[in-house]
């Protein structure tokens, strides 16, 4: 995967920034970022994601939608791609 490239994505209009998404996802992905009067979640570092999904999962208006969850568990783009997701 593109270090620039992430499974998640955000819909900006769906978010409520609730900030479940910030606080389920592991590899510290997300950040909430305020647009006019609003906040909601961004992805600030994509190449991190280790597709565990658990911010889909958490999302409770589905404003984050994912792709297919890494296989084994396995980190596919972080550093140490050799250790077990602890969301596995």
Do not use: W
Not at 35 to 45: C, D, E, L, T
């Amino acid at each position: 995967m593109n270090s620039a490239e992430s499974p998640v994505t955000v819909d900006p209009a769906r978010c409520t920034g609730c900030g479940r998404c910030v606080a389920a996802c592991p590899e510290r992905l997300f950040s909430l970022e305020t647009s006019g009067y609003r906040k909601h979640a961004v992805v600030a570092v994509p190449g991190r994601c280790s597709r565990c999904l658990r911010c889909v999962a958490e999302c409770p208006v589905g404003a984050v939608s994912g792709g297919v969850p890494s296989h084994g568990g396995i980190t596919q783009s972080s550093p140490d791609s050799h250790k077990k997701s602890p969301c596995a």
